[in-house]
């Protein structure tokens, strides 16, 4: 069974670039060589040299014309490539197991923004890869609701399996190593320090934390980690992009976002996995993976609710951190176990070489990941 990949680029960078990334490092662990589908390839990456690499350019098109055409030229680049089973890290309508990281509907009804044409052409290509695939994969309950309520997408056809993280990466450190990487990172010794990752600071929320900041201790600050937030708060300091962002996560008192819209959110995930508790609202997609005791969540209707969650976490201060004997995730993050279910899908929809059935896949292959309602550490 050959394998393809297909998302935006290969190269360092969060969300789903960075879930490609992890899911094909770990087919590749397996012995099989994905064919990996993208408009860029980083060929310093070492998942580079683990992928059979692909280039769709679409570099002379404008920007809003280049999903459809990456996934016009798809359609011919997997038949070439022999790829029998694709899987969809992008709005690409050839994929055979879509993973949905979030739907462009369910954005703008959380923002509250109407559809613009550009829109409206991204929604007509996510209908038809769904419509197409014949596995959808739901990062969290939140897809599972956005894809049957309003895409119509029949439940059977939809499974909820959670993004997987490098816990070898995504790990707590001693005190002394803490320590030293805060004075490297310049936060002060009695800062109590929010980090705030991010690549798109309206929907991430960055405002309202703000706001919600205004009058309080100027020991409170919020470090944004990603471009910089172009403000004069005294709350708010810039590090930058951090490629080693383990270790932003590692020197915070806390993890903070206040997204409008975060279909799943794996900087909660990764923040805890890392010793460190979050403050994050209901609707985050992964807030039922986190447990109670490592998360402080708030209601993103008003900056007063938000206030008095940041309140109620600062006076604990780091006295919530993490024992390393219990991360406060609640699935199994590893990318083994998310590469398992993969591959149970992907071996459930493959026929063998000249249609016949490959057995071995079948007797070997761990359960699918189950539909809403089942139990497991896949569902």
Request: with cysteine.
């Amino acid at each position: 069974m050959k394998l393809g990949v297909s998302c935006n680029v290969l190269r360092h960078s969060g969300g789903m670039e960075r879930y490609a990334r992890d899911i094909a490092r770990g087919i590749a662990a397996r012995g099989l060589r994905p064919a990996y589908f993208a408009r860029s390839l980083d060929e310093s990456l070492p998942e580079h040299a683990m992928v059979e690499p692909h280039r769709i350019n679409v570099s002379f098109l404008p920007g809003k014309l280049r999903d459809a055409w990456f996934s016009w030229r798809l359609r011919s680049a997997k038949r070439t490539a022999g790829v029998d089973v694709m899987v969809g890290c992008n709005r690409v309508d050839s994929s055979d197991i879509a993973v949905c990281g979030g739907t462009h509907l369910g954005f703008l009804r959380a923002t509250g923004r109407a559809p613009t044409l550009a829109d409206r052409w991204q929604i007509a290509l996510e209908k038809r890869q769904y419509a197409n695939a014949r596995i959808i994969l739901a990062h969290s309950p939140m897809m599972h609701d956005e894809l049957t309520e309003l895409y119509g997408i029949d439940e059977a056809k939809v499974r909820i399996l959670r993004p997987p993280v490098d816990t070898a990466r995504f790990s707590p450190v001693n005190a002394a190593e803490r320590r030293a990487i805060r004075a490297r990172l310049g936060f002060g010794e009695h800062e109590t320090v929010l980090l705030f990752p991010s690549g798109d600071h309206v929907r991430k929320g960055l405002a309202l934390i703000e706001a919600a900041l205004r009058d309080m201790p100027e020991r409170v600050v919020v470090a944004v980690a990603g471009r910089p937030a172009g403000r004069l708060s005294p709350h708010v300091r810039d590090i930058g992009f951090q490629r080693e962002i383990e270790d932003c996560y590692r020197a915070a008192d806390f993890t903070i976002l206040a997204s409008a819209y975060e279909p799943f959110g794996l900087v909660g995930v990764e923040s805890v996995l890392c010793g460190t508790p979050v403050i994050i609202p209901s609707t985050m997609g992964c807030c039922d993976v986190i447990a109670p005791h490592a998360k402080h969540v708030f209601e993103r209707d008003t900056a007063g609710s938000l206030r008095v969650t940041i309140e109620h976490a600062v006076a604990q201060a780091r006295s919530t951190a993490l024992p390393d004997d219990a991360t406060g995730v609640t699935y199994d993050a590893t990318v083994a176990s998310h590469i398992d279910s993969l591959l149970a899908m992907a071996g459930s929809l493959f026929d063998g070489p000249k249609g016949k059935p490959l057995a071995t896949w079948r007797r070997n292959a761990p359960a699918l990941a189950k539909p809403l309602g089942h139990s497991g550490a896949s569902s």
